[in-house]
């Protein structure tokens, strides 16, 4: 079992900066993959940015690569999700997900076997 806590959703402005962070614990995570994802209201939740635990590996949606950063510390089990320069159609639920027994990164809702309870984030124009 993994345990996943976000934190740092909020309010932005658009051109602004939000860094969510997600706390894993629950067991060792060298052969695990995270992910980020985000639904925003009356959309179907999405991809966003993936990371594999031990080497690093990782990928992001088109609609934010350049602007998101995905990071691990190991030392302290969390995952980081540097945003910057928002949008406003950067805004929805961002949840956490993780999954066991795996060297890549995933961009499937499906692949991942825990998720976090999310954290809002909004960006005003």
């Known amino acids: 079992q993994v345990q996943l806590v976000e934190s740092g959703g909020g309010l932005a402005p658009a051109g602004g900066s939000l860094t969510l962070s997600c706390a894993a614990s629950?067991?060792?995570?060298?052969?695990?993959?995270m992910g980020w994802f985000r639904q925003a209201p009356g959309k179907e939740r999405e991809f966003v940015a993936g990371i594999q635990w031990s080497g690093g590996s990782t990928q992001y949606a088109d609609s934010v690569k350049g602007r998101f950063t995905i990071s691990r510390d190991n030392a302290k089990n969390t995952v980081v999700l540097q945003m910057n320069s928002l949008k406003p159609e950067d805004t929805g639920v961002y949840f956490c997900?993780?999954?066991?027994?795996?060297?890549?990164?995933?961009?499937?809702?499906?692949?991942?076997?825990?998720w976090g309870q999310g954290t809002q984030v909004t960006v005003a124009s």
């Open positions: 629950g067991r060792t995570f060298r052969d695990t993959a």
């Open positions: 997900a993780a999954r066991q027994n795996t060297y890549r990164v995933h961009l499937e809702i499906y692949a991942y076997e825990f």
